[in-house]
């Protein structure tokens, strides 16, 4: 039995116990909204989002583990993009059941913006669900466990509540706007690191592979490797932020990934779990920008600052004008 088999066997619960354990832990589906939220959506239970969420990840999930061992059907939206059956199945049971629940918000999800030509439809203040049913594809297809289910929801384009679950290590992150972050029903932070030079640092390679992107690429890398103690990349952005948020790591960026699918629910835990997010260069953050920088307060504005000093690569999303 390989390492990874063990991983999945002594991690694998069953999807009612895993809504058991996440909702005895003060995440009760029927209690109401506090004022700050209600505030913002009066007609929204944020209890009953995230309730929903949290069991529709864990369904996609489950499909996730059943196909980890199968020999992956793998198509290609680009040269180093890959997306499999596993990613249409998941995002259409998520969608279902998420639809069924509240069928009057809006809902924007991976596969469908691909089945689009990638047409991101207009994001409005109405309540919306960004959905990345597996967040780490190129790890799944290779067996790296390494990969989530990533829901987040935005009023007001602001985004308010988020789940990512790894149903390959039991991890199930969760957050709602007010309330606080928590992998498996218990509190998290950041870390308390408060120097750059002493900081572990998480960014991606991506799927750009022209010179002038790579190039770009690679001088944040160096600039990273010059100020920071060490740097990982482990192939989901949602999966690093919550990383952050756990405080495992002390910050992450990237630029120009796939959508706002997969950071939007992830915003929310780092933001609850006491993070900042930010653009890279250190301006807002944008849903849609395709950019973010998330880390504890202190080592995140340092890392923008030298961030700021790499030029973005001609065919990367540029920063927001400040």
Not at 7 to 25: E, G, N, P, W, Y
Not at 55 to 79: L, M, N, P, Q, T
Not at 202 to 225: H, K, L, P, Q
Not at 260 to 285: K, N, S, T
Request: hydrophobic share 40%.
């Amino acid at each position: 039995m390989g390492i990874w088999s063990s991983v999945i066997i002594r991690k694998a619960r069953s999807r009612t116990t895993r809504l058991k354990t996440f909702f005895s832990r003060g995440h009760s589906p029927t209690a109401r909204s506090d004022d700050r939220q209600g505030s913002m959506s009066p007609s929204l239970d944020f209890d009953s989002c995230l309730f929903e969420a949290v069991a529709a990840a864990s369904e996609a999930g489950d499909e996730i583990k059943a196909a980890w061992f199968v020999e992956r059907d793998v198509e290609y939206k680009g040269e180093c993009d890959l997306v499999t059956a596993t990613d249409k199945k998941c995002e259409d049971l998520i969608f279902r059941r998420l639809q069924a629940a509240f069928p009057e918000h809006d809902f924007v999800g991976e596969e469908s913006v691909a089945a689009a030509n990638g047409v991101l439809p207009t994001i409005g203040d109405a309540p919306t669900w960004f959905v990345d049913p597996l967040d780490g594809t190129t790890n799944f297809v290779h067996g790296y466990p390494f990969s989530c289910v990533s829901i987040g929801l935005t009023v007001h384009k602001i985004p308010v509540l988020g789940v990512v679950l790894n149903p390959i290590t039991g991890e199930t992150f969760a957050a709602v706007q007010g309330r606080g972050a928590t992998l498996n029903g218990e509190r998290i932070s950041v870390s308390s690191v408060t120097d750059l030079n002493k900081s572990l640092v998480a960014t991606e390679i991506g799927v750009g592979r022209d010179a002038e992107t790579v190039d770009a690429i690679m001088s944040r890398v160096r600039v990273c490797v010059e100020t920071c103690r060490s740097l990982r990349a482990s192939g989901s952005c949602a999966m690093n932020m919550c990383g952050v948020a756990a405080g495992r790591l002390d910050a992450f960026f990237e630029i120009g990934f796939g959508g706002p699918w997969d950071c939007v629910g992830a915003a929310v835990i780092v933001r609850e779990a006491g993070g900042l997010v930010m653009d890279p260069h250190g301006g807002a953050f944008q849903i849609t920008g395709r950019r973010v920088l998330c880390g504890n307060p202190q080592v995140a504005t340092k890392l923008a600052k030298v961030l700021a000093a790499v030029p973005d690569g001609p065919l990367e999303p540029h920063a927001p004008a400040r």
